[in-house]
């Protein structure tokens, strides 16, 4: 079936009464089983699953995969053998989309692991239990999905923002049991098409494995530009390589996929935001002496992103910071009337969603006392002084504005980057206190990161009429699920009762060397940041807010995005480029091919949401299972 939405118009004119009495009429499938024994209980298994993938993965590269794509494929795969053989009765779309809840949520439970936490037991040779840790990661989540939901009602209600990843997943799903029900369309053929080709083209770029099948000559390079460096070539800006300032043309298949559903304005924020840092700045402080470079094994001095994203990151923060503060103020009567609601009988029966929404008394209770928990775990469990563990906690909120807004647009969320600015802000405030640092920053980032990927997560079940309170819980359960595999893997094989095992030539630790860096740096004073830095943050300040005053003056036609824009300072030039070239695809095909009776708007522009699903699906499929060949079975 045909995912029914709101149109653009509709978006910008309506109120959020008349956006919600529709969805409810419309779109919600009412007491359809969804939060049933089998989704829950399938969702806790493959996300426990999942979540030790991705601790693989963060250990060797320092990023998260997405997982909910890949949690939606595999757990309809397994029903359907189940059903095959008779061992199960067909199930909803619904029940797929509580599985695709909790098996996300616990995907990304590793981060800490492999970042603040482990840069923590680094810096302080501390071996935190292992009870401690699944404690601490589990209140962090919670604290996460409380923070989210106030903001569902502006993100995902309100404005209707994409989250493409969310989007796709609920996309792939609508697809899968279309087709299962005999419903279905050319929109499932497609997905599953620009799926197979997606992986395809994900295995040609596994060289090592191609040339253990003998056919290394199938390999597509991921980087496009490699036949310049073997002709001995160097293209530069001011003396510095192009490769080292990640202005590379890159084959990202998912990412290219993602900014398809991203949509052209957000594309063009960050194409911008990418050329101003990449091209002009980084070259720039690179010459001037305030982005350092680190010296090879050569003895040569060599630059890269994450040298480049120490200076950076100040300038993109404080630009996505203002322009996400002033846009959620920009509405104070959705916050007011959300409280008010708790109070008046009238606003309470005026709320058509209120039997399906976490109440806002959970927020207003849930907040204060896991907060005071959490505040009780840094304090008992890291050494760190109560005040100051108190004071993170209101930095959450503004974090958690950030990291919705970023993930709302491109998926990304800027964990790492929102860390740096609370280890700055510590800097300042426990000056010397390292352990402090790292923990307040974990505190921020991780909650900040769980309730951005909530809300990832209610996507999809707005788009296909499920219960969102439903979810909240399920991402609970999601928590405990990925705490649980991820920390019974990584003590015994990645800590092994010793923080010093946790960097090795295996398992390089970069996220967690980062933390370290960032905050051995930072205890040392704020005279170790430089003054251009500083300069950057209040010019990215100014520039938030004059852009988003400019996107409320214009009614949202302005085609530039502060946090599209501030999101580029803190991800590669080539994965800007990826997801760019993406929405440019289709923003080609609809102006050319604008009539819906012609064939390629009939078949491209038409489909978006399904071609774009397929190819993340399929390329995040083959790419965990490249990841898991590579890293885990051949020990690579």
Same mark, same amino acid.
């Given at each position: 079936?045909?995912?029914?939405?709101?149109?653009?118009?509709?978006?910008r004119?309506w109120t959020?009464e008349?956006?919600?009495?529709?969805?409810?009429?419309?779109?919600?499938?009412?007491?359809?089983?969804q939060f049933?024994?089998?989704?829950?209980?399938?969702?806790?298994?493959?996300?426990?699953?999942?979540?030790?993938?991705?601790?693989?993965?963060?250990?060797k590269?320092?990023?998260?995969?997405?997982?909910?794509?890949?949690s939606?494929?595999l757990?309809f795969?397994?029903f359907r053998?189940?059903?095959?053989?008779?061992?199960?009765?067909? /199930?909803s779309?619904l029940?797929n989309?509580?599985?695709? +809840?909790?098996?996300?949520?616990?995907?990304?439970m590793t981060a800490?692991?492999?970042?603040?936490?482990?840069? /923590? @037991? @680094?810096?302080?040779?501390?071996?935190?239990?292992?009870?401690?840790t699944i404690?601490?990661?589990?209140?962090?989540?919670?604290?996460?999905?409380?923070?989210a939901?106030?903001?569902?009602r502006?993100?995902i209600n309100d404005?209707?923002?994409?989250?493409?990843?969310?989007?796709a997943?609920?996309?792939?799903m609508?697809?899968l049991?279309?087709?299962? +029900?005999?419903t279905?369309?050319?929109a499932p053929k497609?997905?599953?098409?620009?799926?197979?080709?997606s992986?395809?083209?994900?295995?040609l770029q596994?060289?090592?494995?191609?040339?253990?099948l003998h056919?290394?000559?199938?390999h597509?390079?991921?980087?496009?530009?490699?036949?310049?460096?073997?002709?001995g070539w160097?293209?530069?800006?001011?003396g510095?390589?192009?490769?080292?300032l990640s202005?590379?043309p890159?084959?990202?298949?998912?990412m290219?996929?993602?900014g398809?559903l991203?949509?052209i304005?957000?594309?063009? +924020?960050?194409?911008?935001?990418?050329?101003?840092n990449?091209?002009?700045?980084?070259p720039? @402080?690179?010459?001037?002496g305030?982005i350092?470079?680190k010296?090879?094994a050569?003895?040569?001095?060599? /630059?890269?992103?994450?040298?480049?994203?120490?200076?950076?990151l100040?300038?993109g923060?404080?630009?996505?910071?203002?322009?996400?503060l002033?846009?959620f103020?920009?509405?104070?009567?959705?916050?007011?009337?959300?409280?008010?609601?708790?109070?008046?009988?009238?606003?309470?029966a005026?709320?058509?969603?209120?039997h399906?929404?976490?109440?806002?008394g959970?927020?207003?209770?849930?907040?204060?006392f896991?907060?005071?928990f959490?505040?009780?775990?840094?304090?008992?469990?890291?050494?760190?002084?109560w005040?100051?563990?108190?004071?993170a906690?209101?930095?959450?909120?503004?974090?958690?504005l950030?990291?919705?807004?970023s993930?709302?647009?491109t998926?990304i969320?800027?964990?790492?980057?929102?860390?740096?600015?609370?280890?700055?802000?510590?800097a300042?405030l426990?000056?010397?206190?390292?352990?402090?640092?790292l923990?307040t920053?974990?505190i921020?980032?991780e909650?900040a990161? %769980?309730?951005?990927?909530?809300?990832m997560?209610?996507?999809?079940?707005y788009m296909?009429?499920?219960?969102?309170?439903?979810q909240?819980?399920?991402?609970?359960?999601g928590?405990?699920?990925?705490?649980?595999?991820?920390?019974?893997v990584?003590?015994?094989?990645f800590?092994?009762? %010793?923080?010093d095992?946790l960097?090795?030539?295996?398992?390089?630790?970069?996220?967690?060397a980062?933390?370290?860096a960032?905050?051995?740096?930072?205890t040392?004073?704020?005279?170790?940041?430089?003054?251009s830095?500083?300069?950057?943050?209040?010019?990215g300040?100014?520039?938030?807010?004059?852009?988003?005053?400019?996107?409320?003056?214009?009614?949202?036609?302005?085609?530039i995005?502060g946090?599209?824009f501030?999101?580029?300072?803190?991800?590669?030039?080539?994965t800007?480029?990826? @997801?760019?070239?993406g929405?440019?695809?289709?923003?080609?095909?609809?102006?050319?091919?604008p009539?819906?009776?012609?064939?390629v %708007?009939?078949?491209?522009v038409?489909?978006?949401?399904?071609?774009?699903?397929?190819?993340i699906?399929?390329?995040a499929?083959?790419g965990?299972a490249?990841?898991?060949?590579?890293y885990?079975?051949?020990?690579?």
């Amino acid at each position: 079936m045909a995912i029914k939405q709101l149109t653009e118009e509709q978006v910008r004119t309506w109120t959020l009464e008349q956006k919600d009495r529709w969805w409810l009429e419309n779109v919600y499938q009412g007491d359809v089983p969804q939060f049933t024994v089998r989704s829950v209980t399938c969702g806790f298994l493959l996300g426990g699953i999942l979540s030790c993938t991705n601790l693989y993965v963060g250990a060797k590269t320092g990023w998260t995969l997405g997982v909910g794509i890949t949690s939606v494929i595999l757990a309809f795969v397994i029903f359907r053998v189940l059903i095959g053989i008779g061992l199960a009765r067909q /199930y909803s779309v619904l029940e797929n989309n509580i599985m695709q +809840s909790i098996a996300t949520a616990a995907g990304y439970m590793t981060a800490p692991l492999t970042s603040s936490l482990a840069a /923590y @037991m @680094m810096v302080t040779q501390t071996v935190i239990p292992w009870w401690q840790t699944i404690l601490w990661i589990v209140g962090l989540a919670i604290l996460g999905v409380l923070f989210a939901f106030p903001m569902k009602r502006r993100f995902i209600n309100d404005e209707q923002h994409p989250f493409p990843e969310g989007r796709a997943a609920g996309v792939v799903m609508d697809a899968l049991h279309s087709q299962q +029900s005999g419903t279905a369309t050319l929109a499932p053929k497609l997905l599953v098409g620009c799926g197979l080709v997606s992986a395809l083209l994900k295995f040609l770029q596994a060289e090592d494995i191609l040339r253990k099948l003998h056919v290394g000559f199938l390999h597509i390079p991921e980087f496009l530009d490699e036949w310049i460096y073997r002709r001995g070539w160097n293209p530069s800006i001011l003396g510095t390589s192009l490769r080292e300032l990640s202005i590379r043309p890159e084959l990202d298949i998912a990412m290219i996929g993602a900014g398809g559903l991203m949509g052209i304005r957000t594309a063009l +924020s960050l194409m911008l935001g990418a050329v101003i840092n990449y091209f002009l700045l980084a070259p720039w @402080m690179i010459e001037y002496g305030d982005i350092l470079g680190k010296v090879n094994a050569n003895g040569e001095t060599t /630059y890269g992103f994450r040298q480049i994203t120490y200076w950076a990151l100040w300038g993109g923060v404080a630009t996505m910071t203002v322009a996400s503060l002033v846009a959620f103020f920009a509405k104070p009567a959705l916050l007011v009337n959300a409280f008010r609601g708790m109070f008046s009988r009238r606003q309470q029966a005026e709320d058509v969603l209120r039997h399906i929404e976490l109440p806002m008394g959970v927020f207003v209770v849930g907040i204060p006392f896991v907060g005071v928990f959490v505040v009780w775990m840094a304090h008992a469990f890291f050494r760190v002084p109560w005040y100051w563990a108190a004071v993170a906690i209101p930095l959450v909120f503004i974090f958690c504005l950030i990291a919705a807004n970023s993930t709302a647009l491109t998926s990304i969320t800027p964990t790492g980057a929102m860390g740096k600015l609370t280890q700055l802000t510590f800097a300042a405030l426990a000056r010397g206190d390292i352990g402090t640092n790292l923990i307040t920053a974990g505190i921020t980032g991780e909650v900040a990161s %769980n309730s951005s990927n909530l809300l990832m997560n209610i996507k999809p079940g707005y788009m296909l009429g499920g219960k969102p309170r439903l979810q909240a819980l399920g991402h609970c359960i999601g928590a405990i699920s990925g705490s649980l595999a991820s920390v019974a893997v990584f003590y015994p094989l990645f800590l092994r009762g %010793n923080p010093d095992n946790l960097i090795s030539e295996q398992f390089a630790m970069p996220g967690a060397a980062i933390w370290k860096a960032v905050a051995e740096i930072l205890t040392e004073g704020l005279g170790m940041l430089p003054t251009s830095a500083i300069w950057a943050a209040g010019i990215g300040i100014v520039l938030g807010l004059v852009l988003e005053i400019l996107k409320m003056a214009t009614k949202g036609k302005f085609p530039i995005s502060g946090v599209g824009f501030g999101l580029a300072f803190v991800i590669q030039f080539n994965t800007c480029l990826a @997801m760019a070239f993406g929405a440019f695809v289709f923003w080609l095909c609809e102006k050319f091919w604008p009539r819906p009776e012609s064939a390629v %708007n009939r078949v491209v522009v038409q489909n978006q949401e399904p071609i774009c699903a397929g190819v993340i699906a399929g390329a995040a499929l083959m790419g965990i299972a490249v990841m898991v060949y590579t890293y885990v079975i051949a020990g690579g």
